[in-house]
T-cell receptor, first 116, second 114 residues
Framework: GAVVSQHPSWVICKSGTSVKIECRSL??????MFWYRQFPKQSLMLMAT?????????EQGVEKDKFLINHASLTLSTLTVTSAHPEDSSFYIC????????????FGDGTRLSIL | GQQLNQSPQSMFIQEGEDVSMNCTSS?????WLWYKQDPGEGPVLLIA?????ELTSNGRLTAQFGITRKDSFLNISASIPSDVGIYFC??????????????FGQGTILTVHP
């Protein structure tokens, strides 16, 4: 149980384009999803917290107009990197947690984004 | 903000050896989690700890939630080559605006020589 699917796993695109990444909880309803960014050989950096049916909460320093987050259902959250540039290239990972006090975050397999 | 100090940063061990890593925090956490991440993949949950003093095992892995709620350790016994990867501790605060968020340690890179 507690499977989180992230798609695509790898994307290369030209500078200036927008890229959408999907995060789905396959066997549970995720009231909260999280989006992280990870640089090589570093830990995970939280970008934003996404709650179903409400606006995402962004961490300090994360541009909300650059990284659009939508959490339209209890099983799907999307991250759109708008007008992507080479400095946006990174490994993006989502996680999801079920409702309840003692529910850990379960992670997707990540998306490797490369902007040329 | 909150920070977790995870040590060691890296370990090079022989197959069959035991491994120990730990995390300490300057503030209290309500939950401690241990994840393993393989290259190019997302972290996978190994052990979740919810109560101070709790000692939990998952196969060859054992983790404990420190009594002070500011630390946790993970032990791996009789390591095998597939244990290779990066291990992260993560703490979750009790409540407030940070409820549900995780603070991650810097990671421990484990290399196991056959």
């Amino acid at each position: 149980g507690a499977v989180v699917s992230q798609h695509p796993s790898w994307v290369i695109c030209k500078s200036g384009t927008s890229v959408k990444i999907e995060c789905r909880s396959l066997d549970f309803q995720a009231t909260t999803m999280f989006w992280y960014r990870q640089f090589p050989k570093q830990s995970l950096m939280l970008m934003a917290t996404s709650n179903e049916g409400s606006k995402a909460t962004y961490e300090q320093g994360v541009e909300k107009d650059k990284f659009l987050i939508n959490h339209a259902s209890l099983t799907l959250s999307t991250l759109t990197v708008t007008s992507a540039h080479p400095e946006d290239s990174s490994f993006y990972i989502c996680s999801a947690r079920d409702s309840g006090t003692y529910q850990p975050q379960h992670f997707g397999d990540g998306t490797r984004l490369s902007i040329l | 903000g909150q920070q977790l100090n995870q040590s060691p940063q890296s370990m090079f061990i022989q197959e069959g050896e035991d491994v120990s890593m730990n995390c300490t925090s300057s503030s209290i956490f309500n939950t401690w989690l241990w994840y393993k991440q393989d290259p190019g993949e997302g972290p996978v949950l190994l052990i979740a700890l919810y109560k101070a003093g709790e000692l939990t095992s998952n196969g060859r892995l054992t983790a404990q939630f420190g009594i002070t709620r500011k630390d946790s350790f993970l032990n791996i016994s009789a390591s095998i080559p597939s244990d290779v990867g990066i291990y992260f501790c993560a703490g979750q605060p009790a409540g407030g605006t940070s409820y549900g968020k995780l603070t991650f340690g810097q990671g421990t890179i484990l290399t196991v020589h056959p």
